[in-house]
């Protein structure tokens, strides 16, 4: 695979736009029509990835359910959820970019000892919880 250096030296430069954001679009573009490029650029990984959102996104649309798909292309559930969600706010953003804004904090008991219930008796761990028997 040889890339062109006229091709390479074709990229955008920074100067020329008033924020980065456009500046990584404008190049993701230019990326994105040369075959070259992205073969350069990405693992196999990431193409494999690639192939497999487009994947469930046709799927998606043509009306399957998630767990067809899933069976189909032996892909998580979660992976799926996250295609579903791309096509509704039309950004794909990953589980990890996710949990950052739109997770729950945990709460914690808001008990100090001294105003937690006082619990009588022999506690048995049980498949219901912790019980307390009696004395």
Not at 15 to 37: H, N, Q, T, V
Request: net charge positive; glycine share 2%; proline share 4%.
């Amino acid at each position: 695979m040889d890339i062109n250096k006229k091709q390479l030296m074709s990229l955008p430069l920074l100067d020329k736009f008033s924020s980065r954001k456009e500046w990584e679009l404008a190049c993701w573009r230019k990326i994105s029509k040369s075959y070259e490029f992205l073969e350069l650029l990405t693992t196999s990984n990431e193409r494999h990835n690639l192939v497999m959102r487009a994947a469930i996104l046709k799927e998606l649309l043509l009306g399957k359910g998630p767990r067809l798909i899933s069976r189909k292309l032996f892909v998580s559930l979660q992976t799926i959820s996250v295609v579903k969600k791309a096509i509704t706010e039309n950004n794909y953003r990953s589980y990890l970019e996710r949990s950052k804004k739109e997770r729950k904090k945990k709460e914690y008991s808001v008990f100090k000892t001294s105003e937690r219930p006082k619990r009588r008796g022999w506690p048995r761990r049980t498949k219901y919880g912790t019980i307390y028997i009696p004395y």
